[in-house]
């Protein structure tokens, strides 16, 4: 009996169905000529797929005694053309049962067998994962085509989910002044791309989506030519592709994934909105539009932002958290996405500063990046942080995988950790500046201030 039968007591062996495999190849190399100064792990990546589309990249590191299993479905909240929150709501609805396992039973095998697992879901991505012993690997393995082959897509499991997603809303967003700025923010910057929706969802689509909706699109997206599954950790590799080949080779495939295609027209001018809400001091947001992940300017934006804001010698913080001070904290980030990116950043105010002074001395911190490159100091320090960040990043099983999972489906390959650190080291202090002027343009911005509901009758 398997492990999964085992567990249930009750249901037995699922359908064997023996396929071949194809071995498309083995990882990434370093970049042509260049030597690499370490060992990059994720170089030994050994990438298959099967018959159905279904790919597998699997990275054995027996370092440490766990292994990290994780399936990456190509769809987000980017996807969704007609109702929003799907992508989201499905990813809840994984875990309400199937036609062998009673709700939540998936979770509660493997949290009994000391598991770590949880899911997400973004604009470009859903993910779920599992991180377990090596004999338990088996057993997450039959499970999950249990849920990918078999799920409960009901009105029971609808209903149930609906309303924890709609409770989820109203926490995260709807009564958080963070969440519901982030929201307006995104939804000013971006006119016509989906990127301008939440991943979440809005309420009154939430509210009336049905089966048939769900079931559309567990068909649309839940195909084998549309996952990939990373795997990375103290497992053997060949005893595992056999298993997956057992369980989830006879998954479905569907030759068109369908895709929303809407792109965002050319911002024409600074936009600006107020959004009040229960709080006792404003909260200061902007935007511009930046290109998306894997862009040759990449690099330099991140740099640009840590030198922005990475640390109290930063220069956001150091002017208006530690000079002025007229805030509890500011920060500016590159945001890289699939079909899009953004700079954006936020200053929260300290009671009694008036959100438009604090406005004026963020701007002129980017204007005095956009006047001059930063020194030779600030480049140094800001390379410096990202690489350890990088390195730093990759130091467990669910690190390598979620790092393998993420860079196919953004890229169609694992680039080399060596590649990435290259690329940081060219950045100069002009490009820095170039890329400050370039997207931080005052006529390409959005800004929103969030601020305290105005008195009755004011």
């Not at 090596?134 to 085509?145: M, S």
């Not at 990116?341 to 959100?355: C, D, M």
Request: proline share 6%; hydrophobic share 40%.
């Amino acid at each position: 009996m398997n492990q999964l039968g085992q567990a249930l007591g009750r249901m037995g062996r699922l359908a064997l169905w023996a396929v071949a495999v194809i071995v498309v190849g083995i990882g990434s190399s370093a970049a042509a000529g260049a030597e690499p100064a370490f060992e990059d792990p994720a170089a030994r990546t050994r990438t298959t797929v099967l018959p159905n589309g279904l790919t597998v990249l699997t990275l054995e590191d027996p370092s440490t005694p766990v292994v990290s299993f994780q399936i990456w479905v190509d769809v987000g909240s980017g996807d969704e053309a007609r109702w929003t929150g799907l992508a989201h709501l499905f990813e809840h609805m994984m875990f309400r049962g199937s036609k062998h396992l009673p709700p939540e039973a998936h979770q509660t095998i493997l949290e009994q067998r000391g598991a770590r697992l949880n899911a997400f879901t973004s604009r470009d991505v859903t993910v779920y994962f599992a991180d377990v012993t090596r004999e338990n690997l088996p057993l997450v393995i039959e499970l999950e085509a249990e849920r990918l082959r078999f799920l409960d897509v009901s009105e029971d499991s609808l209903a149930s989910e609906r309303e924890v997603v709609i409770e989820e809303r109203r926490f995260r967003t709807e009564s958080n002044p963070e969440g519901k700025l982030f929201e307006q923010l995104l939804a000013l910057v971006f006119q016509a791309h989906p990127y301008r929706v939440p991943t979440i969802g809005w309420k009154s689509d939430l509210e009336k989506m049905g089966v048939a909706e769900c079931r559309a699109f567990f068909d649309d997206y839940y195909a084998a030519n549309n996952l990939v599954i990373a795997i990375a950790g103290d497992f053997d590799t060949d005893e595992t592709l056999a298993l997956i080949e057992e369980h989830l080779g006879p998954l479905r495939s569907r030759p068109d994934v369908p895709r929303n295609p809407t792109e965002e027209p050319e911002q024409q001018g600074e936009r600006r909105a107020i959004v009040h809400f229960d709080v006792r001091a404003p909260t200061l947001a902007m935007a511009w539009h930046a290109p998306p992940g894997g862009h040759p300017d990449a690099e330099a934006l991140d740099v640009m932002s840590s030198i922005l804001s990475n640390g109290r010698t930063s220069r956001l913080y150091r002017r208006l958290v530690h000079e002025e001070p007229i805030a509890l904290g500011a920060s500016a980030s590159y945001w890289e996405l699939e079909r899009a990116g953004l700079v954006y950043g936020f200053v929260s105010l300290r009671p009694g500063v008036r959100i438009e002074h604090a406005e004026k001395v963020f701007l002129e911190e980017l204007e005095a990046l956009r006047a001059a490159p930063p020194s030779a100091a600030e480049l140094e320090k800001a390379q410096r942080a990202l690489e350890v960040a990088l390195i730093g990043g990759l130091g467990t099983s669910h690190a390598l995988a979620s790092r393998l999972g993420r860079e196919w489906l953004a890229f169609g390959r694992i680039r080399p950790l060596q590649e990435r650190l290259d690329a940081i080291q060219r950045v100069t202090a002009l490009d820095v500046q170039r890329v400050a002027q370039t997207y931080l343009r005052p006529d390409k911005r959005t800004v929103l201030h969030l601020v305290p509901r105005p008195e009755e009758g004011s």
